[in-house]
């Protein structure tokens, strides 16, 4: 996929004229807009539906298979199971093909403002019926492949006081509550102290 797309780099004047609509994000129930599977290195699957494993992470992703200067032992970090980056911001500087959203390689695109503010380390998110995931608090950077992909105003940006408050890169997860996960789904905040979503 990453070698036959490629991105137009927005300028940093284009990006802050879009960038309003980013703020603009729903706060506490949002939609699932995308779910990518990564089986590889620079590989990329687009999903319609997917599986959550409080092990595995998401089903078929390389997480497990990826090290970690985190870790004392350089296993997979538990805590960055799941990348989840808004939905409105990586459209802004990738534009409409969601194929090119996903050479941003996180897991998750939600419509949802995803700010320190709004989703502290610790909050749990359902998304659909049954799987609920955890805001942890690893932080969740922009690399270079980043800048390479979408453009160094955009790799900036992030890394500014406000696009790191907007965690304008995203925000790092761990699956609580393993289930199936479709595009469109809501995902919702949960209340503090209900770890489960709950029976209707």
């Known amino acids: 996929m990453e ?4 991105v137009r780099h927005r300028p940093m004047d284009e990006i802050l004229e879009g960038l309003p609509l980013v703020r603009r994000s729903p706060r506490g129930v949002g939609t699932l807009a995308l779910t990518v599977r990564r089986p590889a290195v620079d590989a990329r699957e687009v999903l319609s539906e997917a599986e959550l494993d409080p092990v595995a992470g998401l089903l078929g992703d390389s997480w497990g298979q990826r090290s970690s ?10 805590d960055m199971q799941l ?13 409409p093909d969601r194929d090119a959203w996903a050479l941003a390689g996180d897991q ?13 380390a610790g909050t749990r998110l359902a998304i ?5 995931i955890e805001v942890t608090d690893q932080p969740h950077t922009g690399c270079a492949k980043f800048a390479a992909r979408f453009g160094r105003d955009a790799h ?14 995203g925000l790092n997860a761990r699956v609580i509550v393993g289930a199936t996960i479709r595009t469109g789904d809501t995902i919702r905040q949960l209340p503090a102290g209900q770890p489960h979503v709950e029976a209707a």
Request: net charge negative; proline share 5%; no cysteine.
């Open 83 to 95: 990348n989840v980056i808004n939905a409105r911001f990586i459209e802004l500087i990738a534009g």
């Open 69 to 78: 200067d985190r870790t004392a032992d350089g296993s997979p970090h538990p």
């Open 108 to 120: 998750l695109y939600v419509d949802l403002d995803l700010s320190v503010d709004a989703l502290p």
């Open 156 to 169: 900036k940006l992030v890394w500014t006081d406000e696009g790191k408050a907007m965690r304008l890169r």
């Open 3 to 6: 070698n036959s797309i490629t």
């Open 128 to 132: 659909g019926d049954q799987a609920v």
